[in-house]
């Protein structure tokens, strides 16, 4: 039993996408909040400057997890770059503000995610949303998110948009509207020209309140309990071991690799492997660290006739949107196009080069997340299963065959030198596999590990509590039950902002 004085009504770990969103808006309403982050609590320009966010791989402000060897990738084990730093991985991110389709939260709610699906859900993607064009019917304005659009495309990213209008993809111009299908220019989480991190955007404002206490560059080792109710947690900083207690409760949004990790190192999560690494089973449930899925990524790398000119955004413009199969509910692929080269495993990067980069958004290869010791500084084993399932490869090599076709378009007849990567050798579906088995990479948006649900291989539920347990939520995109069909930030604050109302008790039609 633990007894302790209670600072904070609410400890959240994480000050991620998630985390930030929740801290904002339990101090909005008057509590008080006591958030502790991993990382360091800094911006500067590194990752300030929304052109450079591919400095930040492998930079002090990534956790740079590395999987296990991956058996469908050619044993490669694969670098997934996460955020470690106040703002989490979106102080590392792309910065496209995307929010996925209907379909995508109504498949959700459909499999026990009650109050999830998209009429549920909607309302909270516009609560956080300052949109730079003001409100309309697929937007909001006001709110701490400053979503931006590209006005003053890179020239490249217009060839993209034009080339694929003239091989018949529709023209959307907007990815979060009405018809998000199709070739055309993302929003971002821009402001003013400087990255719009869910921290600078959420807690930034409110720093001075004094219900706030934020505790950067200490790792969370456990979660503290009186008996099956969560009191608090304990972590390291400066060397020191200390603890934080909740009087309301304690909120994990470290993320889909940390808050997983953090219920085993407390007890929580698989009773056999557990055992197996040595830590005591306080609860018994078999799901946490399972369906670990992602998005993927490759590179279809071109060298460029002419010096690439500096771009004003992320280097990351515009995109397609589209579905593999007309048949299908929502689309499965998201081919990216990116003014830069985007380096493929093994082939050259030419000094001037530009990227369309085959992206697929509906894998059903699902892998796991298991603790490789009872040590909390020792990186967890991350395996993906990355196209464990055949059907991935094939819709990657049909995004990968689409992306060809853009980039032989005329529209890039003042851009194109060569194909460098997978080159004019690699010819029919065999060699574009081969290749991509080579060269696979992450988009960047694992989710899955803690999921939610009403089943038994569900870790929370519908509210976020962690089932068979009380006061303790998790909050991040680990608890989604299936990726959506874009990239993962807008989702994970929409999350945030939801986890902020359950743990408020307050209604659905108080949203906005
Ligand atoms: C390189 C990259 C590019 C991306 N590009 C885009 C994009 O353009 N658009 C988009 O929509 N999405 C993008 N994403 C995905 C998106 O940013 C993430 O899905 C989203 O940020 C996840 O939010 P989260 O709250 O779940 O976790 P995070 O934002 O990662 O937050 C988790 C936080 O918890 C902290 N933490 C973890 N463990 C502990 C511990 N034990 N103790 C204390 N703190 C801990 C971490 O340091 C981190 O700050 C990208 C991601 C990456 C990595």
Redesign the pocket.
Known sequence: MVTARAEHEYVV???????SVIVRRLLDHGHSVHV????PDVQGPLVTNPAS?PAL?RSEFD?AVMTTPQTHTNGRSLHF?????VG???S???????RGVRSDYDTWAYGGATGWDWDSVFPYFLRSEDYEDGPGPWHHSGGPLHVSRVTDPHPTSAAFVEAGTSLGFPLTDDFNGEQPLGVGYHQFTIRDGKRASAWVSFVEPVRANPSLEVTAN???HRVLFDDTRAVGIE?IVDGDRRQAYASGEVVL????M?SPK?LMLSGIGPADHLREVGIEVRHDLPGVGENLHDHTLASNLYESKQPMPAGRYSS?ESSLLWKSDPRLVAPDLQPLFLHLAYPADGYPVPEHGYTIAPGMVRPLSRGTLRLASADPDTPPLVDPDMFGEPHDLERMVDALEICREIGRADAFKDWRKTEVAPGPEAKTRDDLREFLRRTVSTY??QCGTCRMGQDSLSVVDPDLRVHGLQNLRVA???IMPAVPSG????P?IMIGEKAADLILGRSPDQVL
Not at 36 to 39: K, L, R, S, T, V
Not at 253 to 256: D, I, L, M
């Open positions: 770990v994480g000050a991620g996408s998630s985390g502790i982050e991993a990382g966010w791989f956790w770059p996460r955020g470690r730093i989490g991985s979106s590392l991110n792309g910065m496209i503000y995307i200490a790792q969370v972590y949004s470290a993320g889909v940390g953090l990351m960047h948006h991040d995109a680990s990239n993962t930030n807008a994970s």
